[in-house]
């Protein structure tokens, strides 16, 4: 690698940032990023064995930080109901807060992975994404129901359309390039809109 490899490497990684959001996956080129980048496929490949490596290094920390947001999610969600916290505990933290804590910061490498992705092992990243919330929160719903909430009854297909078409609704926003304060918006709009129907489900729903 050249002798400032820091300063080498962040230019590298900014040039393939610019090709994949472009031109997608299927459509760049080691080449092209190569000139972006001001140096010859030979020099790139001294950085990334291929392709598919100069995108999964850009994508795979975000995914990482996201699977691990979950798993903690995961954790607070079942304390809180095991500890019978008052229910606006369960819905404290939401997929909002997902949005807010780990993309936003990172909006360019999640906006690459939900539009540029396709030719990737990343290419079905939100309905991967449904299908393990899916299960989760059909778990959640019998560990409610044995603790006595009057939990509704759903079908997995169901609770697939309402995930799909919440996670969606949260992810948008990055897709179409909103700025922070434009996201920030959105999600108060979205957090109104499905926490109550999400509260219902549950059996959580306070009476009027």
Known sequence: MPR???LSHEK???AIREEFLEKGFEGASVRSIGERAGMTS???YRHYPD???MFDSIVAPVINAIEQWASDHKKNAYEHVENRSDDSDLFAETFLDLIRDIIIP???EFRLLLTSSRGTKYENFVNDFVLSNQT???KMFGYLKSKGFPVKEISEEELHILLSAYLTACFE???HGFSDEQIEEHLSTVREFFLPGWRNLMGMQKEP
């Open 136 to 138: 989760e929160m059909m």
């Open 42 to 44: 030979a020099g790139l």
């Open 51 to 53: 392709k598919a490596a």
């Open 12 to 14: 590298v990684n900014r």
């Open 106 to 108: 990172h909006k360019v």
């Open 173 to 175: 926003p990055v897709v």
């Open 4 to 6: 400032d490899k820091t």
